[in-house]
């Protein structure tokens, strides 16, 4: 009897686990309701807005800080300053960090790619420290840095005091700006290389393995994440920023200040949800489509001049409602010699009388100007032709 008794309570033990790591989402065909104290929905591609609640209120959002330093140093990677084979000394500071963290030994070296995967996919404190000092000499110098990021970015209600998101005065962001921090973190292949990842591990110098865990839960059980930041404290409650792709449509939420960490997930869910059930994508422009406009190039040795847009143009609009989408190209007059990439005008979206987005029209290949023998040839054909 006792080892039924054993074995009913290991299961049950097993299940309780199981659901923290497996939580059930619900799905929101209107507009959610939230316990969070703000949320803020946006489509990737265009830049609107879907939804949002109390969106700029200067709030704590814990370790959604790393976000900023993620960003920086993939940065620094893209512009060869650094790379992820570079070894990284950790200091007595960056092994102290309290709060989440993957135990990195004072005076050992680990690569830089282990520390931004632990950062990531684990949330560590420790390895974020170390990462600013390496990048800028001291998580001091780093918090400058990630100020002035925040400024470039437009990031209006944010302000840093650390490179973790552990709790420090006039440390605070919003859900508009984590969301459109995100944007840019997604703009990195390097971030890709380890958002998705649930499970993996960080081999220490000695020998010793520490197991990482993805914070954010969504990358495995809801469908198209690929990316976002976890974060929770006492004062920040539960924060999250995620981003998921169906299709040609990219959306970015962000829940901060939900009750629990069950909530957070789950409202962040519902706001996800909202964005796919209710809107669609529509690329209206190809950029690798040509253009049937004629191009007008004075002296230009070739007749017929290919012009495309310069970006891919997307339309978001509620499903159903794609219709009377019309676009008007607006080019000017052009002198040879012309090169690949040049700027000869504008396409205009327009949607109900309205211009709702726009990109520059380029030349898609070089343009020659007429030389003195193609001058002369031109002037002896004339000749041949009238005589």
Same mark, same amino acid.
């Given at each position: 009897m006792k080892k039924y008794l054993l074995a009913f309570l290991v299961f049950s033990c097993c299940l309780a686990v199981l659901s923290l790591f497996n939580p059930v989402f619900t799905y929101a065909s209107s507009q959610p309701d939230y316990t969070a104290k703000s949320a803020y929905l946006m489509d990737y591609n265009s830049g609107q807005v879907l939804y949002e609640f109390e969106s700029e209120k200067q709030m704590p959002v814990a370790s959604i800080v790393k976000l900023m330093t993620i960003n920086i140093v993939c940065e620094k990677l893209?512009?060869?300053?650094?790379?992820?084979?570079?070894?990284?000394?950790?200091?007595?500071? =960056?092994?102290?960090m309290g709060g989440s963290q993957v135990f990195i030994e004072a005076g050992g070296e680990y690569s830089v790619g282990d520390l931004l995967k632990s950062t990531i996919i684990?949330?560590?404190?420790?390895?974020?420290? =170390?990462? =600013? *000092?390496?990048?800028?000499?001291? *998580? *001091?110098?780093?918090?400058?840095?990630?100020?002035?990021?925040a400024n470039d970015l437009g990031l209006k209600n944010t302000n840093y005091i650390n490179c973790t998101g552990l709790p420090a005065p006039n440390q605070y962001s919003c859900a508009k700006d984590t969301a459109l921090l995100l944007k840019e973190v997604l703009k990195h292949d390097d971030y890709h290389k380890f958002s998705t990842i649930w499970i993996d591990s960080l081999l220490h110098p000695k020998g010793r393995e520490t197991e990482l865990v993805n914070t954010n839960k969504?990358?495995?059980?809801?469908?198209? &994440?690929?990316?976002?930041?976890?974060?929770?404290?006492?004062?920040?409650?539960? &924060?999250?920023?995620?981003?998921?792709?169906?299709?040609?449509m990219r959306l970015i939420g962000s829940v901060l200040g939900a009750k629990s960490g069950k909530e957070r997930f789950s409202e962040a869910s519902n706001l996800l949800n909202y964005g796919f059930n209710n809107f669609e994508n529509v690329k209206v422009v190809d950029k690798s489509i040509m253009l049937q406009e004629q191009l007008v190039v004075k002296n230009a040795k070739q007749q017929n001049i290919n012009i495309c847009a310069s970006e891919d143009v997307y339309l978001l609009t509620k499903k159903?409602?794609?219709?009377?989408?019309?676009?008007k190209v607006d080019l000017s007059v052009q002198k040879a010699p012309l090169f690949k990439g040049k700027v000869v005008g504008k396409i205009f979206v327009i949607k109900n009388s309205e211009v709702v987005a726009e990109s520059?029209?380029? &030349? &898609?290949?070089?343009?020659?100007?007429?030389?003195?023998?193609?001058?002369?040839?031109?002037?002896? *054909?004339?000749?041949?032709?009238?005589?």
């Open positions: 893209e512009n060869g300053d650094i790379s992820l084979d570079d070894k990284v000394k950790v200091s007595d500071k =960056a092994q102290g684990s949330s560590a404190n420790d390895a974020s420290v =170390a990462l =600013a *000092e390496f990048v800028s000499g001291s *998580e *001091e110098n780093f918090v400058t840095l990630m100020n002035k990021k969504l990358i495995r059980y809801y469908e198209g &994440c690929d990316g976002g930041k976890t974060g929770s404290t006492n004062e920040a409650g539960y &924060c999250l920023v995620a981003t998921a792709k169906r299709g040609d159903g409602d794609s219709s009377d989408i019309t676009t520059d029209v380029v &030349c &898609c290949e070089d343009v020659q100007s007429v030389g003195f023998l193609d001058n002369i040839e031109k002037i002896a *054909e004339s000749w041949r032709l009238k005589s």
